[in-house]
């Protein structure tokens, strides 16, 4: 195993009386594609929200992005520009047509000019399979090819770390697929990927390491084979059983 | 004297036209200067509101609420008559300025806020998650979203402050109302007062009408 690039180590959240993360520890490689798993309200969409910063956690907890402490500060914004994220509901910028919502955060962070930026931004357009809508604004687009603009957008600042939240929850069905190809097509191109996601169909073939999380804590990780075959946890087992047979 | 001669005397209203033009220009440079001014100024007060800490946050609540309250018509009182007493003398028309916006801010600083919070929270997330510092996020973003939301309400204040600038009258600002009135005087005969009315309801009837055309637009849904 290489060099982790992220560590996170006693994790803590807590909403008033209600703990949502018991002091995680775990490590993320360099390139590992790792999926976390688990019932609603497991803490799994919390815990990559951390990675982040988007949600604030408690005192003694510890996060590392690349060695960079992630909290309040000046730091803050040099770990975002290297942590892209997408997110379940999208989230593009309406007011923007779609290539400049690639473009943004380039220009302003990278402080790339309006041509390289444009033209990165048309080339990962390409590659997610949006080039004719780049001149479009977000809101005729159907969610899948949305969420493959946000894809786009968060890989326009060539993050080190991907971080997807539940990414195909707000989907029709017909639309999950064309959006997790992408993400497959991401997973061999050596970014660290880390997918909160319901799709174990796409955990089982994409991850390196699958993560069961249950009440807040990490239950059981491994590989896809180890998780899904032979879970030695009653609770995973209890899990994948209402999620894959029925 | 009929009704149409003491009302509607042609004779007398032309001859106060050019200073009830006059008069307008003034009430205009009044409403312009203050409308801008305030805009700037709430602007700032909502962002402070919503973002500086919380000794900051209660200065400026503190603000709106004071300038929220308090009558203009007092307030431009106060300015013009009592601060001198303190050694600060404006002239008619920063009185009027002063007072006109220093109200002004504190209601387009409540509406500024209420457009800025009425911006789903995953926009704030995906541009922080991009890391756009908080000033970017704010101008690239939030803000220009925002605006178009603020645009009605913010018309309507714009009405309200062309409006209250007839209050400089009572400062002595040779403005469209007090114009109007020494016109009455000299001529002895209202129509200038009708005129000045008319004149009003020219500047202020499109903007009204305005803002019923964008609450309807906005009320279908967005864009």
Same mark, same amino acid.
Not at chain 1, 8 to 14: D, E, F, G, V, W
Not at chain 1, 158 to 175: G, Y
Not at chain 1, 206 to 221: K, P, Q
Not at chain 2, 20 to 39: F, Q, R, Y
């Given at each position: 195993m290489k060099a982790p690039l992220i560590k996170i180590s006693n994790l803590r959240k807590t909403y008033g009386q209600f703990?949502?993360? @018991?002091?995680i520890d775990l490590e993320i490689a360099q390139g590992e594609v790792l999926c976390v798993v688990g019932?609603?309200? =497991?803490g799994k969409s919390t815990l990559i929200r951390c990675i982040n910063h988007l949600e604030a956690f408690e005192d003694g907890s510890e996060i590392t992005v690349d060695g960079i402490p /992630?909290?309040?500060?000046?730091?803050l914004d040099q770990v975002r520009a290297e942590v892209g994220m997408v997110f379940q509901s999208f989230?593009? #910028?309406? @007011?923007?047509?779609v290539l400049r919502n690639v473009m943004l955060a380039p220009i302003? /962070?990278? $402080?790339?000019s309006e041509a390289d930026a444009e033209k990165r931004a048309r080339d990962l357009l390409e590659k997610v399979g949006i080039s004719v809508q780049? &001149? $479009?604004?977000?809101?005729?687009?159907?969610g899948g090819q949305q969420q493959r603009v946000a894809i786009a957008r968060a890989l326009a600042m060539e993050p080190r770390v991907l971080l997807f939240?539940?990414?195909? =929850?707000?989907?029709?069905p017909e639309m999950v697929g064309e959006v997790l190809d992408v993400m497959k097509k991401l997973a061999g191109t050596g970014v660290t990927m880390v997918v909160v996601t319901h799709e174990m169909g796409f955990a089982r073939q994409v991850a390196d390491r699958v993560l069961f999380m249950d009440g807040g804590a990490i239950i059981e990780a491994g590989t896809p084979t180890e998780i #899904? &075959?032979?879970? $030695?946890?009653e609770r995973t087992r209890n899990f994948l059983h209402a999620v894959l047979d029925h | 004297m009929d009704l149409f001669s003491t009302f509607f005397n042609i004779p007398v209203l032309m001859q106060s036209l050019p200073q009830l033009m006059n008069g307008l220009l003034v009430t205009i440079g009044i409403g312009a200067t203050s409308i801008i001014a305030g805009l700037i100024g709430g602007l700032f007060l909502a962002v402070l509101r919503l973002y500086a800490g919380p000794v900051v946050t209660a200065l400026v609540r503190g603000y709106i609420d004071v300038f929220r309250s308090i009558p203009l018509l007092v307030l431009l009182i106060i300015v013009y008559y009592a601060l001198p007493f303190v050694g600060v003398r404006l002239s008619p028309f920063f009185s009027a300025v002063t007072a006109l916006t220093l109200v002004s801010a504190a209601y387009t600083a409540e509406i500024f806020r209420a457009g800025i919070e009425a911006i789903p929270k995953g926009q704030f997330e995906a541009s922080a998650a991009l890391g756009l510092s908080n000033r970017y996020i704010m101008t690239d973003v939030i803000l220009p979203q925002a605006i178009r939301i603020v645009i009605p309400p913010l018309t309507n204040n714009c009405i309200n402050v062309l409006k209250d600038? +007839?209050?400089?009258? !009572? !400062? +002595?600002?040779?403005?469209l109302l007090k114009q109007a009135t020494q016109a009455q005087a000299l001529a002895a005969n209202p129509t200038p007062l009708i005129g000045a009315a008319v004149i009003y309801l020219i500047l202020l009837l499109p903007m009204v009408r305005y803002v019923a055309h964008l609450e309807k637009r906005f009320s279908r849904g967005r864009s």
């Amino acid at each position: 195993m290489k060099a982790p690039l992220i560590k996170i180590s006693n994790l803590r959240k807590t909403y008033g009386q209600f703990t949502a993360l @018991h002091g995680i520890d775990l490590e993320i490689a360099q390139g590992e594609v790792l999926c976390v798993v688990g019932p609603s309200g =497991s803490g799994k969409s919390t815990l990559i929200r951390c990675i982040n910063h988007l949600e604030a956690f408690e005192d003694g907890s510890e996060i590392t992005v690349d060695g960079i402490p /992630v909290r309040p500060g000046p730091d803050l914004d040099q770990v975002r520009a290297e942590v892209g994220m997408v997110f379940q509901s999208f989230n593009l #910028f309406p @007011h923007m047509t779609v290539l400049r919502n690639v473009m943004l955060a380039p220009i302003r /962070v990278r $402080k790339m000019s309006e041509a390289d930026a444009e033209k990165r931004a048309r080339d990962l357009l390409e590659k997610v399979g949006i080039s004719v809508q780049a &001149d $479009k604004y977000p809101a005729p687009l159907s969610g899948g090819q949305q969420q493959r603009v946000a894809i786009a957008r968060a890989l326009a600042m060539e993050p080190r770390v991907l971080l997807f939240d539940e990414p195909t =929850s707000a989907l029709d069905p017909e639309m999950v697929g064309e959006v997790l190809d992408v993400m497959k097509k991401l997973a061999g191109t050596g970014v660290t990927m880390v997918v909160v996601t319901h799709e174990m169909g796409f955990a089982r073939q994409v991850a390196d390491r699958v993560l069961f999380m249950d009440g807040g804590a990490i239950i059981e990780a491994g590989t896809p084979t180890e998780i #899904f &075959d032979a879970p $030695k946890e009653e609770r995973t087992r209890n899990f994948l059983h209402a999620v894959l047979d029925h | 004297m009929d009704l149409f001669s003491t009302f509607f005397n042609i004779p007398v209203l032309m001859q106060s036209l050019p200073q009830l033009m006059n008069g307008l220009l003034v009430t205009i440079g009044i409403g312009a200067t203050s409308i801008i001014a305030g805009l700037i100024g709430g602007l700032f007060l909502a962002v402070l509101r919503l973002y500086a800490g919380p000794v900051v946050t209660a200065l400026v609540r503190g603000y709106i609420d004071v300038f929220r309250s308090i009558p203009l018509l007092v307030l431009l009182i106060i300015v013009y008559y009592a601060l001198p007493f303190v050694g600060v003398r404006l002239s008619p028309f920063f009185s009027a300025v002063t007072a006109l916006t220093l109200v002004s801010a504190a209601y387009t600083a409540e509406i500024f806020r209420a457009g800025i919070e009425a911006i789903p929270k995953g926009q704030f997330e995906a541009s922080a998650a991009l890391g756009l510092s908080n000033r970017y996020i704010m101008t690239d973003v939030i803000l220009p979203q925002a605006i178009r939301i603020v645009i009605p309400p913010l018309t309507n204040n714009c009405i309200n402050v062309l409006k209250d600038t +007839a209050l400089a009258s !009572v !400062v +002595a600002m040779p403005d469209l109302l007090k114009q109007a009135t020494q016109a009455q005087a000299l001529a002895a005969n209202p129509t200038p007062l009708i005129g000045a009315a008319v004149i009003y309801l020219i500047l202020l009837l499109p903007m009204v009408r305005y803002v019923a055309h964008l609450e309807k637009r906005f009320s279908r849904g967005r864009s």
